[in-house]
């Protein structure tokens, strides 16, 4: 744990030496969100953590159950404060104290958790909250770093503010790119800071988000292999989103001072579902060739040879999330709510790197086989009236047009509607009549691609989950650079078509 100050140091300073010698050093995490209802009990999501040999994950907040179930393994632990915490934490005496002794000591011993990082807010200057965290963010950083030293925790555990690319100013090209001028006075102490506490930066980046609002968005671009119309800045060449908004940030860091301040990736993926463009085949393609691209080393062009640490976005789907910024929200995972992979994907990325893929979950705790659906022979009159209320309060987002269930006749997307409610609440079968147009089968309907599912059984009840049915972690998307850069590829291919 104290070797975390050096392992910093020789990062940033060239991974060819480590990469050298003959250990592969993973910059890989996991974000481990759990906005589901009934979502995987811990204990079966850190063993499926450790199956698939993940050794960072990323949390939300710092449910204890969650945090206590990564004790005694060497899993290194990001916990957060949410934003709604960050009033308390800036303004009222004790309260950061308070927070670091119940959601870090506390867990802090021999075979305890090893929690490596405090992540202070979430995407806190995201253009969506209209500057309700502005003025709070800061005095929470300094009151956490503060409350973090006086416990002793200084050397080992870090805090950051995972950032939205909505901080930067969307200039046209990465070298150009700075902060956002009205966020200066926040973000350069923010600097100052992470640069005294040899900690990072840490921003999220969604290429799938400037294809979602812009289809003409080169698809190439986006993963990895924009030979046809690269970006060019000056002396740097880039031929991938990843590498232009890193260096965009890289960019604005030195104009800003601190040329050399590390960058971590606080969230970074692909969703399968709920878009034309969320489908598994890309979701798989565009992690294999994140992870290949990240693993390497290889770094940014005005970074070269850079180990990079990134947190996949994200390890399991998470089914009540807020659809606002779209349907595809609810599936960002690269397994299914029940730990089954969406894909095959080697994470430890390359070609000659040891073959590994997903491993599921095993034995996920399943409700019974049991579906909901729509009786052959009811009367239909009510029929889109039932099919809307289960719809409002389940999650019909593969229904959606371009989604994997969009394919299904009427029937078959009645019974899709109903058994997702009949699985939010539990295979109450109350929950199965809508009427007397549905009833239960043990005849799994699932179609193709479509997957019908089967909840998990309810493991504590959600009322004590710090995050059921309240702030949802919303995003906007507004993800400046990157759409900026999206822009800028229009202009150029209509100059040149
Ligand atoms: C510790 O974290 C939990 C879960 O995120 C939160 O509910 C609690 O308020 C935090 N403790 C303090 C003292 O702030
Ligand atoms: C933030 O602080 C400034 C200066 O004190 C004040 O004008 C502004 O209203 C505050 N904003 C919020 C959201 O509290
Ligand atoms: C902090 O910033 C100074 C000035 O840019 C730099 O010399 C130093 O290396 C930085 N420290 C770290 C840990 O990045
Ligand atoms: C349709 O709904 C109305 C209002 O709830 C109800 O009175 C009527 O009996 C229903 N018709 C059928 C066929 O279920
Ligand atoms: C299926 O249900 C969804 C959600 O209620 C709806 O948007 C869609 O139009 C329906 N499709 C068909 C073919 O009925």
């Not at 089968?441 to 504590?460: E, H, M, W, Y």
Request: charged share 15%; aromatic share 12%; with cysteine.
């Amino acid at each position: 744990m104290v070797g975390s100050r050096i392992a910093w140091c020789c990062v940033s300073m060239g991974m060819l030496l480590l990469m050298g010698a003959s250990q592969f050093v993973s910059g890989l995490g996991v974000n481990w969100g759990t906005m589901s209802v009934n979502p995987m009990p811990p204990g079966y999501v850190v063993k499926m953590l450790q199956a698939n040999g993940i050794k960072k994950v990323k949390l939300f907040d710092a449910d204890h159950d969650v945090v206590k179930s990564m004790a005694g393994t060497d899993i290194e632990v990001m916990v957060a404060a949410p934003n709604d915490l960050l009033f308390k934490l800036a303004t009222l005496k004790g309260a950061a104290d308070a927070w670091v002794k119940q959601n870090v000591t506390r867990f802090n011993f021999k075979g305890g958790v090893n929690i490596r990082w405090v992540a202070v807010g979430n995407e806190p200057f995201l253009t969506a909250y209209e500057g309700q965290y502005l003025n709070t963010t800061l005095p929470a950083l300094k009151n956490v770093v503060d409350a973090l030293a006086k416990a002793g925790h200084a050397n080992t555990v870090r805090a950051i503010i995972p950032f939205n690319a909505d901080i930067l100013d969307g200039a046209p090209l990465p070298s150009a790119t700075r902060f956002k001028a009205e966020y200066l006075d926040q973000i350069l102490p923010m600097l100052q800071i992470f640069n005294s506490t040899n900690s990072p930066f840490s921003v999220n980046l969604y290429p799938f988000i400037s294809k979602y609002q812009n289809p003409s968005f080169p698809l190439d671009y986006a993963f990895f292999g924009g030979t046809t119309s690269p970006l060019i800045d000056g002396s740097n060449t880039y031929t991938n989103a990843l590498d232009a908004s890193v260096d965009a940030l890289i960019a604005a860091l030195g104009a800003a001072g601190y040329p050399n301040m590390p960058v971590v990736l606080g969230e970074i993926g692909w969703p399968t579902d709920g878009n034309e463009y969320a489908t598994r085949e890309l979701a798989g393609t565009y992690n294999q060739q994140l992870i290949n691209h990240l693993q390497s080393n290889k770094g940014t062009p005005m970074r070269p040879n850079t180990f990079t640490e990134f947190y996949m976005f994200g390890w399991l789907d998470e089914n009540i999330k807020s659809i606002l910024p779209g349907a595809f929200e609810r599936h960002w995972g690269m397994f299914f709510y029940d730990g089954v992979a969406k894909y095959e994907l080697n994470l430890a990325g390359g070609t000659d790197a040891p073959a590994q893929t997903l491993k599921n979950a095993e034995y996920p705790p399943y409700m019974s086989a049991q579906y909901c659906v729509l009786n052959t022979y009811a009367d239909r009159t009510n029929l889109s009236e039932n099919v809307a209320f289960a719809c409002s309060r389940a999650d019909c987002t593969p229904l959606f047009p371009g989604s994997s269930c969009a394919g299904l006749s009427l029937e078959q997307n009645a019974s899709y509607s109903f058994n997702a409610y009949f699985q939010f609440q539990n295979q109450d079968p109350a929950a199965c009549n809508f009427q007397g147009l549905a009833s239960i089968t043990t005849v799994d309907p699932s179609a193709g691609n479509c997957r019908f599912i089967i909840g998990l059984v309810k493991s504590k009840p959600s009322t004590s989950r710090s995050d059921a049915g309240s702030a949802f972690r919303p995003k906007n998307y507004n993800n400046g650079i990157i759409v900026a850069i999206s822009a800028l590829f229009l202009s150029n291919l209509f100059c040149f078509s």
